[in-house]
């Protein structure tokens, strides 16, 4: 495949790459040269103690939070999506906690998790022309379809308030999914399930085809899928690495493993 | 058209046979407070949309019903069809441009700048005195009534056609993608932006089609009252309209019906109530004045308290109980 010549520093690299990111809140420096790549197809964990920066990596990936000074780039070409852009460009993230829209059904929230794809002018849709109906039609039968992947079907039609807590993370995550992602940015999906959800969530991520990254605090499920992982401390890169090399490193347990299991 | 279209279509058309059905068996000042209803139900439809869908407040829906009365009242009149449409444009216009602002604007700051746009009505009209004629207002000439229709009559069958273009437009918005992003919108910003949904587009839009459905409200106000003042589109008449959709029910366009419905009732219903009493003229004046707006407010609070979805959430749980 052929790539038109990049302005990266020191040449393209497919995929999704910061460059000494660096963000600060006021006084508060959150990143601190932040540098990672996320390789077409890899599963790589950010872990690191609360309020090390973990969601603030998502949010400057996002256009939530502007970098200070840094570079970020997807495929080769600079990365400055506002956040309603992402989607078109293919990233498809799930927020800390739950994040679904109360007010909408469990089948409406993934539509519009697929609202990138959607066509239908306004006019057609004012007079409800079929190709507006059309539409509608493909969209719930792909939503149902994500639902039914995530073994959540069955809730297509209740609100979101209704269902307890480990049926709205995964009505969450097949919302990020029904987006058809070249990258899911996850954030902490295992928060507050239980051992089974989390085993079933390990073989869900294994089974993706898109690249992701996983910000989670669960150590044996960022074990258990992660090619990678980025270890992050007061917004500072301390480690990376292969999940085993990371857990041997003596830095990361004193800044964060340790932490741990004195918790 | 498709299946849900043509069942809003059915609907619409059986709705709005039934009302002109109705002005048989009404008397002429019934049948003009049925068209006040309809003209009612335009923008209170729209209003509900942009407060209950999109979970943006407007204090400003009767200053862009007057844009749209004060258009049909300086456009020649031989064409009606065409002053109303060229009315609900200028009120889609004055919608962008009031939409723009407040897609930028959170809470009070919303309810603040509408507030504001209130205030313009009468400082445009008073201002461009050569224009608009100030306090005293325009005369509306509307082509007249058909021979073989008495123009109370008329009138109403003018009206329940917009407010039946109206829901049957806004219905078929709901049930769409634009319903949903709406309403995605309104529940969580930061999740509907990574769904890919653009907020400030979003907000804009749903302010535009309530502004063209007040528009088209405030039209149909010229045509029926026959002339156009400041008076009529006062503060006043915001805070009805958003009293209206709130009893109604928020969000519902049944619940906008049942608003519309009170707004001509309610009133009516109060002046036979201290008609009845043994008042001074002075005081009765008074109290007819402002004695709807007192009962409004209170009612608001009540349902507020009691009953969050209004008159269509209580109808539609009594109707759930009866089977
Ligand atoms: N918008 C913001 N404004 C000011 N400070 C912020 C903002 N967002 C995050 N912070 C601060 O930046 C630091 C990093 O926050 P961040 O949410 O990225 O941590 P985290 O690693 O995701 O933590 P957790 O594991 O608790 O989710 C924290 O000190 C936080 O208080
Ligand atoms: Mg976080």
């Known amino acids: 495949m052929e790539r038109p010549p990049s302005p990266e520093p020191s040449g393209p690299r497919a995929g999704l790459v910061l460059r000494s990111v660096t963000v600060r809140f006021g006084g508060l420096l959150a990143l601190d040269e932040v540098s990672l790549h996320v390789a077409p197809g890899a599963v790589v964990g950010v872990i690191g103690p609360n309020g090390a920066g973990k969601t603030t990596v998502f949010n400057v990936i996002c256009g939530f939070v502007r970098p200070a000074a840094g570079w970020l780039g997807l495929d080769g070409a600079p990365l400055t999506a506002r956040p309603h852009q992402l989607a078109g460009l293919g990233i498809a993230r799930t927020l800390q906690g739950v994040g679904l829209f109360e007010g909408l059904t469990v089948l409406e929230n993934v539509m519009a998790g697929a609202t990138v794809s959607a066509r239908t002018p306004f006019a057609a849709a004012a007079l409800a022309l079929p190709g507006s109906e059309r539409e509608e039609r493909r969209l719930r039968a792909e939503a149902l379809a994500r639902l039914d992947e995530l073994g959540v079907a069955a809730h297509a039609d209740r609100m979101p308030g209704t269902l307890p807590y480990p049926v709205r993370k995964r009505v969450a995550l097949a919302r990020a999914l029904a987006a058809n992602p070249r990258l899911l940015l996850l954030d902490e999906p295992a928060g507050g399930l239980g051992p089974e959800d989390v085993a079933e969530l390990a073989d869900l991520i294994r089974g993706l085809t898109c690249s992701v990254m996983l910000v989670e605090h669960h150590m044996d499920l960022v074990m258990a899928v992660c090619d990678e992982l980025v270890v992050l401390d007061f917004g500072r890169v301390i480690a990376t690495g292969t999940p085993d090399a990371v857990r041997d490193d003596p830095v990361v347990a004193e800044a964060y493993l340790g932490a741990e299991v004195t918790a | ?323």
Do not use: K
Not at chain 2, 217 to 225: H, I, N, R
Not at chain 2, 266 to 276: C, E, N, Q, R, Y
């Open chain 2, 1 to 323: 058209m498709a299946r849900v279209g043509l069942r809003h279509l059915t609907v619409t058309i059986a709705g709005a046979s039934a009302l002109v059905g109705l002005t048989y068996l009404l008397d002429p000042f019934r049948n003009y407070q049925l068209a006040t209803a309809a003209a009612y139900l335009c923008a209170t439809a729209g209003l509900t949309l942009l407060i209950g869908l999109n979970g943006q407040v407007s204090l400003g829906h009767g200053a862009l019903m007057a844009t749209g009365a004060y258009t049909v009242a300086l456009l020649p009149s031989g064409m009606l069809l065409l002053s109303v449409a060229a009315a609900v444009l200028v009120a889609t216009l004055a919608g962008a441009v009031v939409g723009v602002a407040a897609a930028r604007l959170r809470g009070p700051y919303l309810a603040g700048v509408t507030l504001a746009v209130t205030m313009v009505v009468p400082a445009v009209t008073t201002m461009a005195d050569a224009v608009f004629h100030g306090d005293q207002g325009l005369s509306v000439a509307a082509p007249p009534a058909p021979l073989w229709v008495a123009p109370e009559r008329w009138q109403a069958w003018q009206a329940i056609a917009a407010a039946a273009v109206t829901l049957f437009v806004l219905a078929n918005l709901l049930r769409s993608r634009f319903g949903r992003e709406w309403r995605a919108v309104r529940d969580d910003e930061v999740a509907a932006q990574l769904a890919g949904i653009p907020v400030a587009r979003t907000q804009v839009l749903a302010f535009v089609v309530s502004a063209a459905c007040a528009g088209l409200g405030g039209a149909m106000f010229a045509v029926l009252a026959q002339s156009v003042s400041p008076s009529t589109f006062s503060l006043t008449l915001s805070l009805y309209l958003l009293l209206a959709v709130v009893v109604g029910g928020l969000g519902s366009l049944a619940g906008a019906a049942w608003g519309a419905l009170l707004l001509v009732l309610l009133p009516d219903a109060i002046h036979s109530v201290t008609d009845g009493l043994p008042l001074g003229p002075d005081l009765a004046q008074r109290l007819t004045g402002n004695l709807p707006l007192a009962v409004f407010g209170l009612t608001l609070v009540l349902v507020v308290l009691a009953v969050p979805g209004g008159l269509q959430g209580l109808l539609v749980r009594a109707v759930r109980r009866l089977r």
